[in-house]
């Protein structure tokens, strides 16, 4: 599944465009289901043009399960449904190209390169020749391009994951061993500035399924 996630729009945006073009228009989610145990919401967005209608434009769906998400999201689980529930109910007020946001396409895309990476790692080898026929014939690599090679990565395991971004620009990418554990963190892109007045680091979650590290669901 290929996509580019630049073609989607993000819930902020969305909001923006809806409040610029109804002043006075409301938001309202209400949560249907929840199940604490199971980790299970359901919430509904209702969206009215105006402040005064009592009856709404919009209204549309969202369905949260804990269990999807990387374990230090789960505790965000509520607050991303009812994200999601305002961008989709948007989409049927506003004009867009796509009924999803960027951070629905997000979470798709973390799901895929995960279970493409998992697939990767399970699959068996398929090399039946003899050592003396592997090297006899010495193989004769054809030249790739850079874009063919960012193209036969991209099919392999999907999109490379954007560096991030905070109010002073593209963020610093910056790794290391502290005290035996391997991390990597995602600075404040002007380090210049004093720590109280740098943005917050965001920290990246080491995969359990790829043992890589990737950006925490719902940063970008």
Known sequence: MAFN?????????????????FITGRIVSDV????AVKGHILVATSIYREYEDTLPSAVDYAFGDAATYPQAMRKFYVEDTITSSVGRSL??????QHK???????????????????????????????????VGKEP???????????????????EAE???TCSHGQRT???????????RGALCADARLPKSE?????????????GKFRLPEGVE
């Open 32 to 35: 249907i289901q929840f199940d």
């Open 162 to 164: 954007p560096i991030p």
């Open 5 to 21: 996630l630049d073609n989607y729009e993000d819930v902020n945006s969305r909001v923006a465009r809806f409040q610029k073009q």
């Open 91 to 96: 989409s049927l007020l506003l004009e867009t």
């Open 173 to 183: 990418i910056k790794s290391g061993i502290t005290n035996g554990k391997a991390w």
């Open 140 to 158: 004769t690599p054809e030249p790739v391009s850079l874009n063919q090679a960012a193209e036969m990565v991209q099919q392999a395991f999907g």
């Open 198 to 210: 740098q943005c917050e680091a965001v920290w990246y979650v080491l995969s359990k399924t790829t």
């Open 100 to 134: 999803a946001t960027k951070q629905d396409m997000q979470k798709v895309a973390r799901v895929e390169n995960d279970r493409r990476s998992e697939e990767i790692a399970n699959a068996p080898l398929a090399v039946n020749n003899t050592w003396d026929e592997f």
